[in-house]
């Protein structure tokens, strides 16, 4: 199997950039990779193994919304997927998997790699395919026909709370429908999507766009769009519903009742139960062995081995250290496949290799604390958080990082901050500048826009940063984005745009101002108009801040409470007032933070003294309102980890409690008729979206406090646990979701909204609906099933003695060619006759 591939690279790979943003899709036809059109993408057949390669810069958009970026990119996250469908060969599976294996190489072996099995699809592989995925049956090998115009009506299921799946079924038939889903029957001349009772508001809209593409698919005027509910079949149009009942025959109309989906895979004991092994190969054959069971650390890897996460039922990962051998490399994705057989885990376990410092956010929430290398430890959660470590900072040199992108990569840094900057603070909704001497000074209650400008090679390259401050209001932090995003387009669409959170500043962001950045309580919300000595209108006369920082390009001091609980023995604070200002010298600060803390105090107007902690003079604490505890423990950096936030959705459509982790999350995650789970690590948020039902909140409550419990990172159980309702999210929340917009919720398209717009564009189509829309009421039946005399074999709901009850109200007026209320008008033996002319008596 790693005979000679290294020498001959498949020209099929000749499609792949190696330094951009790329999504591409191959396709295995008589054991060649084919590269499928763009239009195709999203599409699968059941018999077919698929090759994809995904490649986008963090936190950009990727898959089938990817945007062509100009030019070299940032930091880009790879992954290369294979996915099997159900009926594919085993020689199929077999070259798909060398094929990947092949890619890897090409790419210099730096992707993650993952198994998709039909139906099992992982988050990471959805998240791709904004319009979900479609799955077809046969294969490339059953030899398509794609010149005939023969068509044969089909019937798809759409299935799924957040990506809905589409399949199209294998035949055409009432027993493969249920009322949990919804169901698109192409029959071209008619595009029925039939609503079932209790699908979710997703899968109709998933539906209702599915029909739409159907319908482009054979030529925009050709085919009539019919949306149909469950139970109103008989209410349709004469020419709709015979061709309804020409496929679909409503006396035999029988459906599958809903499963209850198996959810064993989610119950919490396979999450607890985490495992790691250690990979040897020893004389060519491998050998595992148990390392430990969780919490598992970072530690525990190395990289001269190969290591593999066992997750049960969620999932096996392969994880390949630095100095393990090319074939330790090539061969992973194997020996996780044959590990999952030993296990007996389900063929359909998702298998992905991970590789020794590539690795992608859902590996690393496996462990108890997970350092990236070069990222930033922010301010901290009780700005106590240790101290950037005493490493010995290296003078920092910009002008490498243009030829050595690597370490602007670790570093985060294009150059060294010394570039233009226009600095503009969110005003009125309007964009406002910041005279040249306020730079530096921020106001935790708004938000700032700064374009930065520098050249390489002779170009003028931007940066756009939108910063949001901790306690701006939901409105400015929307509008900060949105001007961010007008900026841009003004300069050509070509600068780069970073969301920056008030203690999250990036290096590069804090040596804009040369180590002289400020944070200050309030802000222009809380109604401070004046623009000179506004610091001492914010501060009042006497305020105190934090500095903190190992080297002059990452530095900066926050506004703290005036109280001796503040101070921290890792740093140094500056105790402003009119006539001293102090500068107090934790035991565990550094030279750099005594510098900057000099520069700031010479602002004041008082004279500066400074003082070493444990020898403050009395004014010093009576200042703070008497001398009390503080934290004096020095932590370094590398016990100090910050957790990425993770996103939930829960849902008990099916019967069953079923979660699902949601990558790369933005607002529009949020599903109304759900509740949500964010995990902030400091405390947990549960999200009640307005369409929710109790049921689910009381699941979820409990649910929550057994995931702290399992997960595998060992957490403390009195995390506190947040409940926020839909449209009352506090800041503490959108904060981690980007550009929020508080009037989302209005515009949302739900089904209702949608209806109305299809019916804009396809002005002849048919909508046959219940009356007031609830799916409780009672059955309706055609009049043949109703003419049956024996009453053991009318259905059960039916009342033998008053069968027009259950005819339905389209087939009442056709058989009695009157109205309903005119029927009830008549005497009981007129009404009577006309129900032996009708044959229901």
Known sequence: MTTNHHNVVDPAFSVVPKESPAFLIWRVEDMKLVL???????????????????????????GTLLQQIKGQSNKLERYIHFWLGNETTQDEAGVVAIKAVELDDVLGGSPVQQREVEGSESARFMTYFKDGIRILPGGAASGFKHVTDEFHPALYSVKGKRNPIVRQLPEVSWSLMNEGDVFVLDCKKYIFVWVGRSANNKEKMHAAKLAQTLKGEHGESYSTLVIVEDGQELGLPDAERAALEGLLAIQHKKLKPVEAENDEAFESNTVAEIKLYRCTDEDGTLKVTEVKKGPLFQADLSSNDSFIVDNGANGIFVWVGKK?????????????????????????????????????????????????????????????VGKIAKVVQTKFDASTLHENPKAAAKAGMVDDGSGKKEVYRIINKELSPVPHAEHGKFYAGDCYVINYAYTVGGTEKNIIYYWLGSTAGQDEKGIAAVMAVDLDNKLGGRAVQVRVIQGKEPEHFLS??????????????????????????????????????????????????????????????????????????????????????????????????????????????????????????????????????????????????????????????????????????????????????????????????????????????????????????????????????????????????????????????????????????????????????????????????????????????????????????????????????????
């Open 512 to 841: 804009m101002f040369g180590g002289k950045m400020v944070i200050y309580s309030g802000g222009r919300a809380s109604g401070f108009e004046s623009q000179q000595g506004e610091k001492d209108d914010v501060l009042g006369n006497t305020y105190m801040l934090q500095v903190r920082g190992n080297a002059a390009h990452n530095t900066k001091a926050i506004q703290v409470p005036l109280k001796a609980s503040s101070l921290n023995s890792n740093d140094v604070f500056i105790l402003m007032s009119p006539n001293v200002v102090y500068i107090w010298c934790g035991k565990g600060c550094t030279g750099d933070e005594r510098e900057m803390a000099k520069k700031i105090a010479a602002d004041g107007k008082g004279d500066s003294q400074i003082m070493v902690e444990g020898k403050e003079k009395a004014e010093f604490w009576e200042m703070l309102g008497g001398k009390g505890p503080y934290m004096t423990d020095m932590r370094t950096v590398e016990e100090i980890h910050e957790h990425e936030p993770r996103l939930f959705h829960c849902s008990n459509a099916t019967g069953n409690m079923k979660v699902e982790e949601i990558l790369d999350f933005n607002q529009t995650d949020l599903v109304e008729e759900d509740v949500m789970v964010l995990d902030a690590w400091h405390s947990i948020f549960i999200w009640v979206g307005v369409n929710s039902n109790k049921q689910e909140v009381a699941l979820v409550e409990k649910g929550v406090v057994q995931y702290l419990r399992s997960d595998p990172k060992g957490r403390d159980l009195d995390t506190p646990i947040l409940k926020v309702h839909q449209g009352c999210e506090p800041p503490t929340f959108t904060g981690f979701f980007g550009a929020w917009d508080p009037s989302s919720w209005e515009n949302r398209v739900d089904f209702e909204k949608l209806k109305e717009n299809l019916k804009k564009d396809n002005p002849n189509m048919t909508i046959a609906l219940s009356v007031n829309g609830s799916s409780g009421e009672k059955h309706r039946y055609p009049l043949i099933v109703l003419q049956e005399k024996n009453p053991e074999k009318l259905p059960a709901d039916v009342d033998p003695a008053q069968k027009e009850l259950s005819l339905h109200d389209a087939e009442f007026t056709r058989a009695f060619k009157m109205e309903r209320t005119a029927f009830e008008a008549l005497p009981a033996w007129k009404r009577n006759q006309l129900k032996k002319d009708v044959g229901i008596f």
């Open 324 to 384: 393990a051998t090319p074939q330790e490399r090539t061969e992973a994705m194997r020996n996780g496949q044959g590990f999952a057989k030993k296990k007996e885990y389900p063929p359909n376990t998702n298998v992905t290799r991970v590789l020794d410092g590539g690795e992608p956010a859902e590996f690393r929430t496996l462990f108890r604390d997970w350092k990236v290398v070069g990222q930033t430890v922010g301010f901290g959660r009780q700005a106590s």
């Open 36 to 62: 499928l059109p763009k239009e195709s993408y999203g599409k699968f057949h059941s018999g077919d193994s698929y090759l994809i390669y995904s490649a986008f810069e963090s936190g950009q958009p990727c």
